[in-house]
């Protein structure tokens, strides 16, 4: 079992930045891809960006790519997202997620394990 924390969450003016973190559970965190979702209000849960086991590949959904950064630091059990350049539309809650296999994929149900998310708004 998995469990995974989020942090970083908070209220930011559009064009700002913030680092979302998630630690995690458990002795093989370096064995597992992790990503990043994220549900706004009256949508359903979308795709933000994930890396493999070992932090060697990422991917990023296009609305997201060239602001957001994922990153890992297995020592720490601990994945992060920098979010820069915000816009009031990034406004959701952001839920991290493990997959206990290497490969990184965008399709909600192959993610195993969820955090209960950290909410951020950008406000206009």
């Known amino acids: 079992q998995v469990q995974l924390v989020e942090s970083g969450g908070g209220l930011v003016q559009a064009g700002g930045s913030l680092r979302l973190s998630c630690a995690a559970s458990?002795?093989?965190?370096?064995?597992?891809?992790m990503g990043w979702f994220r549900q706004a209000p009256g949508k359903e849960r979308e795709f933000v960006a994930a890396?493999?086991?070992?932090?060697?590949?990422?991917d990023y959904a296009d609305v997201v790519k060239g602001r957001f950064t994922i990153s890992r630091a297995n020592a720490k059990n601990t994945v992060y997202l920098q979010m820069n350049s915000l816009k009031p539309e990034d406004t959701a809650f952001y839920y991290c997620a493990a997959k206990t296999t290497s490969g990184i994929v965008r399709t909600l149900n192959w993610w195993q394990y969820w955090g209960q998310g950290t909410e951020v708004t950008v406000s206009s």
């Open positions: 890396i493999t086991s070992s932090g060697g590949t990422t």
């Open positions: 458990g002795r093989t965190f370096s064995s597992y891809a």
